[in-house]
């Protein structure tokens, strides 16, 4: 068996799967903002975006795939050969069964868009809120396609926990006071020119955030279905991942009229923007790890609870009051992770017999 990877001494799982809730918690209100900030006219193109993502990411991924592949070369001194290494790399990244990853890699690059249509038409809280559903789609695809087996128990706490989270934040959407103070920075940032109206279409935004947590669960069980079932380096599925994202990434990018050159693709990118991709970039990364090490139901649970946390966050920093249906729907989160990490044949009693009921 291989020995569990740590980083500055501590689980890799756990500590990708915190990375990941600090992450999530940031994403979704940075993502929201550098959106509706801002006039039409000077709004960067969510297509550049989802292709810069992409570029960025796969550049991370190869630059540590060749220093792993080096490292282990170094260690094999008779090979010795400064290219090497590198042509090695490339010949595990073109290898016979690459093409699996182009299946997750364009869902990837739908789920991405369709995340930018969400978030323009949709307030943060009700974007979180709807988008919790692919815990239940993830799980789903879980069983499906990993033939993972959920007991009805667990699967009564996935259940508990996409509850739990909607009551949260539908509290959060009614305290919006922070949210208010960022809109008034940025207004302010455009003296001149009267504050910006945007407009929101709430149906357009239901939708895309359906069709985003299908292809979020398929896409990351599909993701860990190729990993979990090969000798294959994280890092060089990742490039795999993004090197097949390219192609249906570009297409929009072609149709965007006011895109011509390489360096229209930054056009408009400005500091929100530039936090927006980071971000993303960041995410991508860690959720691959996190697919690795943990799993995507794990994944779920994590970024539950980062939502819990970082509504704390807001009590603590803007003095958000703590109202029932926070104690509520934390509480809902807290025991459904409990719950679901119960040891099999060891769920409480009284649990078993209303489920199985
Ligand atoms: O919401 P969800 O957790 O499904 O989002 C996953 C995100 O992580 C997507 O934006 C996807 O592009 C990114 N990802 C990645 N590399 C992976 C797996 C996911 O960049 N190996």
Same mark, same amino acid.
């Given at each position: 068996?291989?020995?569990?990877?740590t980083?500055?001494?501590?689980?890799?799982?756990?500590?990708?799967?915190?990375?990941?809730?600090?992450?999530n918690a940031?994403?979704s209100?940075?993502?929201h903002?550098? $959106?509706?900030?801002? *006039?039409?006219?000077e709004?960067?193109?969510?297509?550049?975006a989802v292709?810069?993502?992409e570029?960025?990411?796969?550049?991370i991924?190869?630059?540590i795939? #060749?220093?792993?592949v080096?490292?282990l070369?170094?260690?094999?001194?008779?090979?010795g050969? =400064?290219?090497?290494?590198?042509?090695? #790399?490339?010949?595990?990244i073109?290898?016979?069964?690459?093409w699996?990853?182009?299946?997750?890699?364009?869902l990837y690059?739908v789920?991405?868009?369709?995340?930018f249509?969400?978030?323009s038409?949709?307030?943060?809280?009700t974007?979180?809120?709807?988008?919790?559903?692919?815990?239940l789609t993830?799980?789903?695809?879980s069983?499906?396609?990993?033939?993972?087996?959920?007991s *009805?128990?667990?699967?009564?706490?996935?259940?508990?926990?996409?509850i739990g989270v909607?009551?949260v934040q539908?509290q959060?959407?009614?305290s919006?006071?922070?949210?208010r103070?960022?809109?008034?920075?940025?207004g302010?940032a455009?003296?001149?020119?009267? $504050?910006?109206?945007?407009? =929101?279409s709430?149906?357009?935004?239901?939708?895309?955030?359906?069709?985003?947590?299908f292809?979020?669960?398929?896409a990351?069980?599909?993701?860990?279905?190729?990993l979990?079932?090969?000798?294959a380096?994280l890092w060089v599925?990742?490039?795999?991942?993004?090197?097949?994202s390219?192609?249906p990434?570009f297409?929009?990018?072609?149709?965007?009229?006011?895109?011509?050159?390489?360096?229209? #693709?930054?056009?408009?990118f400005?500091g929100?923007?530039?936090?927006t991709?980071?971000i993303?970039?960041f995410?991508?990364?860690?959720?691959?790890?996190v697919?690795?090490?943990?799993?995507?139901i794990?994944?779920?649970?994590?970024t539950?609870?980062?939502?819990v946390?970082?509504?704390l966050?807001?009590?603590?920093?803007?003095?958000?009051?703590?109202?029932?249906?926070?104690v509520?729907?934390s509480?809902t989160?807290?025991a459904?992770?409990?719950?679901?990490?119960q040891?099999?044949?060891?769920?409480?009693?009284?649990f078993?017999?209303?489920?199985?009921?």
């Open positions: 068996t291989e020995v569990e990877p980083i500055f001494g501590l689980p890799l799982k756990y500590v990708s799967l915190v990375t990941l809730a600090v992450q940031a994403m209100i940075v993502m903002y550098s $959106r509706v900030s801002i *006039p039409p006219s709004a960067y193109s969510p297509a550049s292709l810069l993502n570029m960025l990411k796969g550049s991924s190869f630059v795939a #060749l220093w792993r080096s490292t070369e170094s260690r094999r001194p008779l090979t050969n =400064m290219f090497s290494p590198f042509r090695q #790399l490339l010949r595990e073109f290898s016979p069964d690459c699996k990853l182009s299946i997750p890699a364009l690059v789920q991405n868009s369709l995340q249509v969400a978030v038409n949709l307030p943060v809280a974007f979180q809120v709807t988008y919790q559903m692919k815990i993830t799980a789903a695809f069983v499906v396609l990993l033939r993972k087996r959920l *009805p128990m667990k699967w009564a706490s996935l259940f508990f926990l996409a909607a009551i539908i959060t959407s009614t919006a006071e922070p949210v103070q960022v809109e008034q920075v940025v302010s455009h003296d001149s020119a009267p $504050r910006y109206m945007h407009v =929101m709430p149906l357009k935004g239901f939708g895309a955030v359906t069709a985003a947590c292809t979020s669960g398929l990351g069980v599909y993701f860990e279905m190729v979990k079932g090969s000798k380096d599925r990742n490039v795999q991942l993004s090197l097949f390219l192609l990434a297409i929009p990018v072609l149709y965007t009229p006011t895109t011509h050159t390489f360096h229209d #693709l930054f056009k408009n400005g929100w923007a530039w936090a991709l980071l993303q970039v995410g991508g990364l860690v959720t691959a790890v697919i690795k090490y943990s799993d995507n794990l994944k779920g649970f994590a539950s609870l980062s939502i946390l970082s509504f966050a807001s009590v603590i920093l803007f003095h958000f009051s703590i109202t029932p249906s926070f509520v729907g509480s989160v807290l459904a992770t409990w719950l679901y990490n040891p099999a044949g060891q769920e409480p009693a009284l078993v017999n209303v489920v199985n009921s």
